[in-house]
């Protein structure tokens, strides 16, 4: 059975658009993860949890939003979507110490036309 | 700029042969160091963990590490065409954020 659940697996959006990638855990890890991979950044992190409150972030732009409505869940809100959003978006977990590794969900591969 | 480098870029060796992936860190405050492994289509996944000096050895895989010098690397002997993946090279810091710093990675062919 999958640990990290991330849907949707592909995404097709459109310039200017607002999506929402999903991302479930079932490890029982508190703190939670996004990063981005693209041609340009092979694995960029982006945001950090841990028991749902915002740890890191280190995206720029606030068109990108993480939500936390459960412990067990980090959602990302993307709003005015571009074409340069382009890449596959994945979801990490971990527990809340340093030496614990990080384990990745399979990603969404999001492609904005 | 990056905490975590790696060289080489890409790295492509014969089945059977040994490959070696380096990585350096910029930050003497690092303490935990892993090897990450992605498969294309997949998300990464820890390959090893090496915390203290010295050598780490599973089945076909060493890692050596290196604090004074902030260098770690990791050795593949036997190579298979199953090894063929991007390794990350991470670490991260005792305290903190939980945040683990990636390297740009290598690409390993491993050919038949």
């Known amino acids: 059975d999958p640990k990290i659940i991330q849907k949707p697996k592909y995404l097709v959006a459109v310039t200017g658009s607002e999506k929402i990638l999903i991302c479930e855990q079932y490890l029982g890890h508190n703190a939670m993860y996004w990063y981005r991979q693209s041609a340009k950044k092979p694995l960029e992190f982006m945001f950090s949890y841990s028991y749902q409150k915002l740890m890191d972030n280190q995206t720029a732009s606030s068109r990108f939003q993480p939500q936390s409505s459960k412990k067990n869940h980090l959602d990302l809100q993307i709003t005015a979507l571009k074409p340069d959003d382009s890449a596959t978006y994945f979801c990490a977990s971990s527990q809340e110490r340093q030496s614990y590794e990080q384990y990745f969900g399979p990603g969404t591969r999001l492609t904005v036309l | 700029q990056q905490k975590v480098q790696q060289s080489p870029e890409s790295l492509s060796v014969p089945e059977g042969g040994m490959a070696s992936l380096n990585c350096t860190s910029s930050?003497?405050?690092?303490?935990y160091f892993w090897w990450y492994r992605q498969h294309s289509g997949e998300g990464p996944k820890a390959l090893m963990s090496i915390f203290s000096d010295g050598d780490k050895k599973e089945g076909r895989f060493t890692a050596h590490l290196n604090k004074a010098s902030l260098h770690v690397s990791l050795h593949i002997r036997d190579s298979q065409p199953s090894d063929s993946a991007l390794y990350f090279c991470?670490?991260?810091?005792?305290?903190?954020?939980?945040?683990?710093?990636f390297g740009d990675g290598t690409q390993l062919v491993v050919k038949p």
């Open positions: 991470a670490a991260s810091e005792q305290g903190g954020n939980n945040r683990i710093f």
């Open positions: 930050d003497r405050n690092f303490q």
